[in-house]
């Protein structure tokens, strides 16, 4: 059973990716329709143009659009470049975090399928975020259709990796990330409401129980990073003249942004400040 785990890991990882090109698809569908206040299952996806319905055959990720040339097979309506775009990179996405969050080798029985739970929490994640930062981008608004299902969704998730491997201090930190992080944002938000907004506040509970889920040092990382990597790009676009001291610069995707360098390298980052420090 162990031996063979590297290499099903690694299944694990490439199905991952394979499966975020059919996650992506549907985030097009997310993205749409969410902020119109559209139903994300009906009607089926038709041509905005002549209202013929997409087949089967015209739904493959990323195939069907280069097949087609970018345009409906009906009417030659050209199609977005975006549509291929956000498949072909939520599917890369998706092989990140499996790569990166992969069971342990020689990691077996319950903790090996609570890892497995984790993984698929942060699956869930992270097409969250994809939607979550392009529908900030078009309307500046995180709505609570997707924000708040992430909270059950997650904390379930979690509590049930929790069981399996039995890290339950994991699950102890995540809450307390939950409630410092969405504090902090409360705070912000109260102090500066033109600023911060709710929906920001809403979103950091959620990535502060993830974060912290995995360790103080990815939540740390991940919460100055946010105001880091947006404060640089808001920087920019003043020197550049893009943006005036009054424009109003989405800070959810640099949240998620954020969120995602504390996951991924959070880790590595604090310890290594730490022993700067000299504390460890």
């Known amino acids: 059973m162990t031996s063979s785990l ?14 975020g090109l059919a996650v992506g698809s549907f985030l097009n569908v997310v993205v749409y329709r969410v902020p119109a206040g559209l139903s994300v299952v009906a009607p089926p996806s038709a041509c905005p143009r002549c209202g013929s319905g997409i087949r089967g055959v015209d739904n493959i990720p990323v195939v069907s659009w280069i097949a087609l040339r970018g345009r409906c097979r009906s009417c030659s309506e050209p199609i977005s470049t975006r549509y291929p775009i956000v498949e072909a990179v939520t599917a890369g996405l998706f092989l990140l975090v499996g790569l990166r969050f992969l069971p342990q080798t020689g990691t077996s029985g319950p903790a090996f399928v609570g890892q497995i739970v984790l993984l698929a929490a942060l699956l869930y994640l992270m097409a969250a975020s994809v939607a979550l930062a392009l529908i900030d981008v078009d309307t500046h608004t995180l ?50 409401p033109r600023g911060m907004g709710f929906g920001d506040v809403k979103l950091a509970g959620v990535l502060g129980l993830v974060l912290a889920y995995l360790g103080w040092g990815p939540l740390t990382v991940g919460a100055f990073g946010a105001f880091l990597l947006g404060g640089t790009f808001g920087i920019v676009l003043l020197a550049v003249r893009r943006a005036g001291r009054s424009t109003g610069i989405p800070f959810g995707p640099w949240m998620l942004l954020g969120a995602w360098v504390g996951a991924f390298v959070g880790a590595p980052i604090w310890d290594a400040y730490l022993h700067l420090l000299g504390l460890v």
């Open 6 to 19: 590297p290499s099903l890991t690694v299944a694990l990882a490439v199905f991952a990716g394979a499966f």
């Open 143 to 192: 709505p609570n259709r997707i924000v708040l299902p992430m909270y059950p969704v997650l904390i379930v998730l979690l509590t049930v990796a929790s069981a399996l491997t039995g890290d339950w201090a994991a699950l102890i930190r995540a809450v307390g990330g939950m409630a410092v992080l969405g504090g902090v944002y409360l705070v912000l938000a109260l102090a500066v």
